[in-house]
């Protein structure tokens, strides 16, 4: 493979699906720039009378909303994707670092690493938001209080006493650099060189710098379009060819000996670049609403597929989704883990249509509960699919937003109904009722009784059509235990399958 040439990566299978469904957790060190974002919102309806510039009138503590920035977004990325976090950085001796330092440990991150330094202010991103005439709030102006000068050697010295102490015990570390001084040569170097000498990876999201050295030997470095650009001088050239984004991962791969390179590119997607060659994993279009967060966004991802084992193409893909998920988010927030379960299942093909293996429906009802959704169960053999059935399921859909439904396997309707049964397969089964507009979800279940199925699924309600009482069900005991709502459905004499098969067989 030359430098102009790279695979594109094929769609998703099952197994990156199941892989996504296991991570949970990983235990990963944050080294890097730590900021606090605060938004101070109020209202914009005057200009100054002094000058011809608009008045911000807030309304005291109350209209000031902060939130750890900068690598401290990571931190939240990372525990949005349940992962233990240890946090080494600095704050300056004042009231923004303790507000800071606050907001993580209630973040859940362990916060002893962060060192502070009563030379610098810490770093503030403080935007003024204006609302005038009700209409959308305007971002009016943006103070950045900082100091970019580089910490000193005793400042390096005890930050790398705090990453001395917590490496040993984590899967992965990361390295955000934003150039704010916590993360020069020296101090990157040293990180390079205590990764190498344990084996763990080190995943660096680069500062905007023109020199990547500091970094040289990293597992895996991942800039984006104006970062790479920037680094290799090649300004310009990655905004209309994906040749020229193989060229520069490749050439930063080799020139500083990262193992893995993942060159982010906004709506291209990425390239991966790697021993092997380049793969170019497109992103699916998405409605962006705000990228605030999505660089961070990539790196908590990359972090918890590496701290997991998913370090090629896997990883990158995890990472496009999360990202994908990120951008359509008002400002940084942390995608749940949850939700990129559910995206890698719909991105592949075991998310298409409407049935599903039980594990994969789970997938998809964890977030749909989340949200609020009313989640309506129900099973049976559905065997030869007539009126009462079309009926009963579509009553069953107005007991909720979600219909699932469990459809006996072969083996079990033998069982239930004779060894002349089933009149139809599951798989015709299944196509026949996945054109209900009722139906949400199909699942086909093994076991003899629908406890299984009930116990993973946890419905808001369970739904069984008939002329009996919600206690002479044969799952009444275990649906009393877990506090499921019971509803039994109006029964439409003479439509069962057995009398309308007993009526074909005598005509």
């Known amino acids: ?83 233990e976090v240890s946090i080494v950085g600095l704050v300056g001796d004042d009231e923004a670092g303790r507000q800071l330092t606050s907001a993580l440990e209630s973040e859940g991150c362990e916060i002893g690493g962060i060192v502070i330094d009563a030379s610098r202010p810490t770093t503030v991103k403080r935007s003024l938001v204006g609302l005038a005439q009700h209409r959308h709030p305007q971002k009016m102006f943006r103070l950045d209080i900082e100091s970019r000068t580089p910490a000193s050697d005793d400042v390096i010295e005890r930050l790398l006493e705090s990453i001395d102490a917590r490496i040993d015990q984590v899967d992965c570390v990361c390295l955000e650099d934003y150039d704010k001084g916590t993360c020069p040569p020296a101090l990157c170097r040293a990180l390079v060189e205590r990764c190498l000498a344990r084996k763990i990876p080190l995943l660096v999201d680069p500062a905007a710098i023109a020199d990547y050295s500091r970094y040289a030997g990293a597992s895996l470095i991942t800039p984006n379009r104006t970062e790479a650009e920037l680094a290799m001088n090649r300004l310009g050239g990655l905004k209309t060819d994906l040749g020229e984004a193989v060229a520069i991962a490749t050439e930063l791969r080799t020139q500083h000996g990262f193992d893995v390179v993942v060159l982010t590119l906004d709506r291209d997607g990425a390239m991966l670049a790697t021993e092997d060659g380049c793969t170019h994993l497109p992103t699916e279009a998405k409605s962006v609403y705000d990228v605030t967060g999505a660089g961070d966004m990539v790196l908590a991802a990359l972090a918890v597929a590496w701290a997991h084992g998913l370090c090629g193409v896997e990883g990158v893909r995890l990472a496009n989704l999360a990202a994908g998920i990120e951008v359509g988010l008002t400002g940084a927030q942390a995608v749940p883990l949850a939700d990129l379960r559910r995206a890698a299942l719909l991105a592949s093909a075991a998310g298409r249509g409407k049935v599903r293996k039980l594990e994969h429906l789970l997938l998809e009802l964890e977030v749909l509960r989340r949200d609020g959704r009313r989640i309506v169960l129900t099973n049976g053999c559905f065997d030869v699919i007539h009126a009462g059935h079309v009926a009963y399921l579509k009553e069953a859909r107005q007991q909720g937003d979600v219909l699932v439904v469990g459809i006996n396997a072969d083996a079990t309707v033998r069982a239930l109904k004779g060894p002349e049964r089933p009149i139809f397969n599951e798989v015709e089964r299944l196509e026949v009722l996945a054109e209900l507009e009722s139906i949400d979800y199909l699942v086909v279940f093994e076991e003899a009784t629908a406890d299984h199925l009930i116990e993973s699924v946890v419905p808001s309600v369970y739904v069984k059509g008939g002329d009996y009482q919600a206690s002479e069900i044969a799952e009444f005991d275990l649906l009393t235990r877990l506090g499921i709502q019971i509803g039994i459905l109006a029964h439409r004499p003479g439509l069962g399958s057995t009398a309308i098969i007993d009526r074909l067989r005598s005509s």
């Open 1 to 83: 493979m030359t430098e102009s040439t790279y695979k594109t990566a094929t769609d998703p299978g099952v197994k990156f699906v199941e892989a996504v469904a296991r991570l949970k957790g990983g235990r990963l060190l944050l080294v890097g720039d730590l900021m606090l974002d605060e938004m101070v919102r109020g209202s914009a309806e005057r200009l100054s009378p002094d000058a011809p510039v608009p008045v911000l009138s807030i309304d005291g503590e109350s209209s000031i909303d902060r939130r750890p920035g900068g690598t401290g977004n990571v931190a939240a990325c990372l525990r949005g994707l349940e992962a």
